[in-house]
């Protein structure tokens, strides 16, 4: 059983900085793909950032690249999220999400089997 928990949500005012963090899975943390999403009243869940666990690579969603950045410690099986300069319309509740990476990193929310709770971010 894989058991993801979010922390570091908040209320900011637009300008604003947090930084979450995903306790990922406690084995083998470099053979998933970690990512971040977030949903928001009305709306689908979004793919905000993900990184290629263990390579240093990652994906950062258009409307937050330039803002926001993704980092793991691989050794404390830890994954952030970094987000600076916030506006209103990042009010969301914000997820970690994991899936084995068998050969590739999906950015869709259907192919990620573990999820946290979520943490929730309000900036206004």
């Known amino acids: 059983h894989v058991q993801l928990v979010e922390s570091g949500g908040g209320s900011v005012q637009a300008g604003g900085s947090l930084k979450l963090t995903c306790e990922g899975p406690?084995?083998?943390?470099?053979?998933?793909?970690m990512a971040w999403f977030r949903q928001s009243s009305g709306n689908e869940r979004e793919v905000v950032a993900l990184?290629?666990?263990?390579?240093?690579?990652?994906y950062l969603a258009d409307s937050v690249e330039g803002r926001f950045t993704v980092s793991e410690d691989i050794a404390q099986s830890t994954l952030y999220l970094q987000m600076n300069s916030l506006k209103p319309e990042d009010t969301a509740l914000y997820y970690c999400?994991?899936?084995?990476?068998?050969?590739?990193?999906?950015?869709?929310?259907?192919?990620?089997?573990?999820w946290g709770l979520g943490t929730q971010v309000t900036v206004s």
């Open positions: 990184i290629y666990s263990g390579d240093g690579s990652s």
């Open positions: 999400a994991a899936h084995p990476r068998d050969g590739y990193c999906s950015l869709r929310a259907s192919d990620f089997p573990y």
């Open positions: 406690k084995y083998s943390y470099s053979t998933y793909c």
